[in-house]
């Protein structure tokens, strides 16, 4: 009985540890944390995972409660590993407890190839105080991170304002989202003003405003239970990790011809339309998730499913700057494609541009640059690539969107009447000061590029737009031993 005793006393001071560990910043910062409508690291990690599965790791790091909330739990049937930062204990900054917990979770998620899915909302790295014992050189977090990145699906969220260190796991995220009022940037307002002599608010320094249009953040949630919901969506198109292949669903939807394609898209390529109607008509029903659609928005970035399959979309959109590639929407896809080649989903372009953006604003912001790095990163894909032409392609417009043949495309295709080359015919008038004999030569050629590229094998086929669907459902299945069969991870090179 006495031996029972100990044990009882033991485990009477474990649990009175951890109900320690767990007090967070007491009743008064919690009340005022809930009071803004925020909920708070404790409660964010229970609405995210399945009720009851969360393993919390490091519950007893350090000497004090710390500002980091760290574990594996189950989402949607798999694990998933989640640090969260906590507001309520100094401002979530982080200390060598927090500092030590982050890098073991980014490490545990790694070895044990599961998704890694950050919470934000902190003030960077705290000063030591000048009796604290000295540290010494330990891995960092961040390094954990850049070395999962392209093995592991990598999300974070940010709920509140999220300064220094802690803010750049957003960079180094496969996918970003943001709630309205959360602000994320290097230093704060207090630093920049002692640093700098400006004033400015969280919300003018980095809130969405900010972070949306310089692409630091991909989407926008209108609170904590929106951003929860768009990871796990986000999550639902991908592997666990890149030793595995994304899942088909179940029961997924067949082939059926799209005919309300022929009244989306105007027979004049001058005319404007909006190609998120021709992804929603080609692409199984309610499958389509858009990602930084408030960036390089003559360019449209989705996953969607095909006959259940997740595939990523690429996709000119012609109602901005005629579907032109700027570089923001350059940058956008260039990390949009890295992220859907690191984790096996097929690449879908759907290309109708009049080619990379041209002008001197376009030249002195490097648009040449930022275009071949879209291109680097579409050439150097090594998943099926899928490639159709809906109306126009010109220049290294059609080449950053792999319109090129023999650069890897399962299938390369176009609707009849496209017109590709080096530049519109009009374009290529002025440039030549060309009579209007050959100026008509140049026009009738635009108009049958289409089938002269398909007799010289340039695109594989020229199809009837109402059988688009079905046509890229048939690549998709030509390519299903590579999609469905033996998964290893690649090499990512960050593009920046």
């Known amino acids: ?40 690291a404790r409660q964010r990690i229970q609405a995210f995972l399945k009720e009851g599965s969360f ?10 409660v710390d500002a980091f909330v760290a574990g594996i739990g189950i989402l949607d049937g798999r694990p998933v590993a989640i640090g969260c930062e906590d507001f309520t204990v100094k401002g979530g900054s982080i200390g060598k407890a927090e500092s030590a917990k982050r890098y073991r979770i980014a490490e545990l998620a790694l070895q044990e190839r599961i998704p890694l899915i950050m919470f934000l909302e902190g003030a960077g790295h705290r000063p030591p105080l000048p009796d604290d014992p000295p540290s010494y050189r330990t891995p960092g977090d961040l390094q954990a991170q850049a070395d999962a990145s392209g093995s592991i699906p990598l ?30 940037f290097t230093a704060g307002p207090p630093l920049v003003k002692a640093s700098l002599g400006e004033e400015i608010t969280k919300e003018d320094l980095g809130g969405p405003g900010v972070a949306l249009q310089s692409g630091v953040i ?55 339309y909006d190609m998120n109607d021709v992804i929603k008509a080609v692409t199984d029903i309610d499958s389509v998730f858009n990602i930084q659609s408030m960036f390089g928005q003559s ?3 989705c996953l969607a499913r095909l006959g259940g399959r997740p595939v990523a979309i690429v996709a000119n959109q012609p109602q901005h700057m005629a579907g032109s590639i700027t570089v923001e929407a350059a940058d956008k896809a260039t990390q949009f494609i890295q992220v859907a080649d690191s984790f096996h989903l097929p690449l879908i372009f759907l290309t109708d541009n009049p080619g990379v953006l041209a002008g001197s604003s376009s030249e002195k912001a490097g648009i040449l640059r930022h275009a071949g790095r879209m291109f680097l990163a579409q050439h150097h894909a090594t998943v099926p690539k899928i490639q159709l032409t809906l109306r126009k392609a010109y220049g290294f417009g059609s080449t950053a969107m792999g319109m090129n043949p023999f650069d890897g495309q399962t299938l390369n295709l176009a609707f ?22 050959t100026r008509d030569a140049l026009r009738e050629a635009e108009l049958s590029s289409g089938y002269r590229s398909a007799s010289s094998l340039s695109i594989d086929d020229v199809i009837d737009p109402s059988q688009a669907r079905n046509m890229l459902m048939r690549g998709l299945e030509i390519a299903s031993s590579r999609i469905d069969g033996f998964a290893t991870p690649k090499q990512r090179t960050m593009n920046l």
Do not use: C
């Open 1 to 40: 009985m006495a031996e029972i005793s100990k044990w009882r006393e033991k485990i009477t001071n474990l649990k009175k540890r951890k109900s320690d560990a767990q007090i967070m910043g007491g009743t008064n910062k919690l009340a005022k944390h809930h009071a803004s409508g925020k909920m708070d």
């Open 55 to 64: 393993t919390e790791v490091g519950q007893l790091a350090g000497n004090e």
């Open 416 to 437: 009849p009447g496209v017109s590709f080359g080096a530049m519109p015919a009009k374009g290529a008038d002025d440039a030549t000061g060309a009579d209007q004999k």
């Open 218 to 272: 991909h989407n926008l949630a209108d609170n904590d239970e929106g951003a929860l919901e768009q990871i796990r969506t986000w999550l639902s198109y991908l592997p666990s990790s890149a030793w595995q292949t994304p899942e088909r669903l179940a029961g997924s939807e067949e082939e059926r011809s799209v005919e309300e394609l022929l009244d989306i898209i105007p027979e004049n390529p001058r005319q404007s």
């Open 155 to 184: 999300a974070t969220a940010v709920f509140g304002p999220s300064a220094g260190h802690g803010a750049l796991s957003a960079p180094l995220a496969d996918f970003t989202v943001m709630t309205k009022g959360a602000s994320i």
């Open 299 to 301: 360019l449209i970035t």
